[in-house]
Structure formats: structure tokens, C-alpha cells
């Protein structure tokens, strides 16, 4: 089962307005990664955040964390419709003696029309 | 330039015809792993590697094989393939195993089995 679940499905937005979506997953984590895949292309990393964060930026992405809520959410400021893409979450398990492995959900799709 | 690439990047083949799927870093990673992506199912883990000649099942392994006899290659082989392992494949790549280290994706592999 997956450890991340990406919240909306699928998200549509105009350009200049900002985008959320949310991950959320069952055990406690180590750490916890946002990648985004264009159509069919293959991930690429955007922003990791540890357990011990409550919030990172990069440019015009904003990461949350709640390890109480067991939750994190991706903001990106401003969008693009070079934003298009789908974004993923991807978390360990503490514990779990599978060497740390990173699980992804099945990521949240977002347009961004002009 | 950092990479992981990996070939063929599309492949239509019969069902039984053994095929292999290359894959390449070139950042002296520890870690190399093989992902299918189907709609709906997001990314599950094939089989992943810790080091040259360490290799390990993923989530889904049933019908696939791997190797690492060199640090930079990690071959995906599929003996008998079949209708269902239609997919779209990616490799990847970290310095280490786990979630404090981001993965490297490859530009991914279209495989059709008919």
C-alpha cells in the first residue's frame, strides 16, 4: 500500500493563481520528497523536508510539514503554465526495516491554462 | 553532465520474446533502482540495488530480473514477457539508499507486450 496519498487527483488552475496539493501518509517518516514528472517524462526532483522542518522554500515552491497531522502540503506561488505536470510526495517509513525505502503516491495532476 | 539514461526508451514486443532494458548512471551512485508507472497506481518499485552486486525485490518483482555487475549499470530483464507488464518503466539513481537523498529518473522506457 502506498505510504503517500496526493490530494486533489487533479487540480486546475489559471496562470498567476497559486497551486496547493497535499500528501498525506500513514507512519511516521525520516523525511519527506516532492518530485514532478511532465507527461510521460521521468521525475525530477523539486524539495526535501525533514521530519525535524516544519517548512522549506525554493524559489516559488513553499513545503509544509505536520508530523502530528502526518501530513505536507506543496505550494507553488504564482503559476506557470510551465508548471503543467504531475507532483508526486514521496516518504520513508521509520522502522520498517526496508532500509529506509522511498515510497511515491500517485501524485496530484495540475494544468495551468493561460 | 549528470544523468541516467536509459534504452530503448520505446519497445513493442510479442509475449515470451525475453528483452533487457538498460540503464546507466554516471554519478558513481550507491543506489540504483527500477519503477513501473501504470494510471492510477502511481510509481511501485521493481527491484532496487544497495551496491555492485547487492540487489534486492521491491513491491512487484514477479516476472523481472536485474543485475549489477558494475557500479554505473543496472539492466532490467523480463524472460517471458507478458500482456500485463505493458508499461511505462523508469530507472533511478541516488548516492545512498534512503529518503535523505534524492533520486535521479531517467527519461523512461515505453514497453507494449502484445
Known amino acids: 500500500s502506498q505510504q503517500g496519498e496526493e490530494d486533489p487527483q487533479a487540480l486546475s488552475i489559471q496562470e498567476g493563481e497559486n497551486a496547493t496539493m497535499n500528501c498525506s501518509y500513514k507512519?511516521?517518516?525520516?523525511?519527506l520528497q516532492w518530485y514532478r514528472q511532465n507527461s510521460g517524462r521521468g521525475l525530477v526532483h523539486l524539495i526535501l523536508?525533514?521530519?525535524?522542518?516544519r517548512e522549506k522554500h525554493s524559489g516559488r515552491l513553499r513545503v509544509t510539514l505536520d508530523t502530528s497531522k502526518k501530513s505536507s502540503s506543496l505550494l507553488i506561488t504564482a503559476s506557470r503554465a510551465a508548471d503543467t505536470a504531475s507532483y508526486f510526495c514521496?516518504?520513508?517509513?521509520?522502522?520498517?526495516?526496508?532500509?529506509?525505502?522511498?515510497?511515491f503516491g500517485t501524485g496530484t495532476r495540475l494544468q495551468v491554462t493561460l | 553532465e549528470a544523468q541516467v539514461t536509459q534504452n530503448p526508451r520505446y519497445l513493442i514486443t510479442v509475449t515470451g520474446k525475453k528483452l533487457t532494458v538498460t540503464c546507466s548512471q554516471n554519478m558513481n551512485h550507491e543506489y540504483m533502482s527500477w519503477y513501473r508507472q501504470d494510471p492510477g497506481l502511481g510509481l511501485r518499485q521493481i527491484y532496487y540495488s544497495m551496491n555492485v552486486e547487492v540487489t534486492d525485490k521491491g513491491d512487484v518483482p514477479e516476472g523481472y530480473k536485474v543485475s549489477r555487475k558494475e557500479k554505473r549499470n543496472f539492466p532490467l530483464i523480463l524472460e517471458s514477457p507478458s500482456p500485463n507488464q505493458t508499461s511505462l518503466y523508469f530507472c533511478?539513481?541516488?548516492?545512498?539508499?534512503?529518503?535523505?537523498?534524492?533520486?535521479?529518473f531517467g527519461p523512461g522506457t515505453r514497453l507494449t507486450v502484445t
Open positions: 507512519t511516521s517518516i525520516n523525511n
Open positions: 533511478a539513481s541516488s548516492l545512498y539508499p534512503g529518503s535523505s537523498y534524492e533520486q535521479y
Open positions: 523536508i525533514r521530519s525535524n522542518e
Open positions: 514521496a516518504t520513508d517509513a521509520v522502522n520498517t526495516g526496508t532500509a529506509s525505502k522511498l515510497t
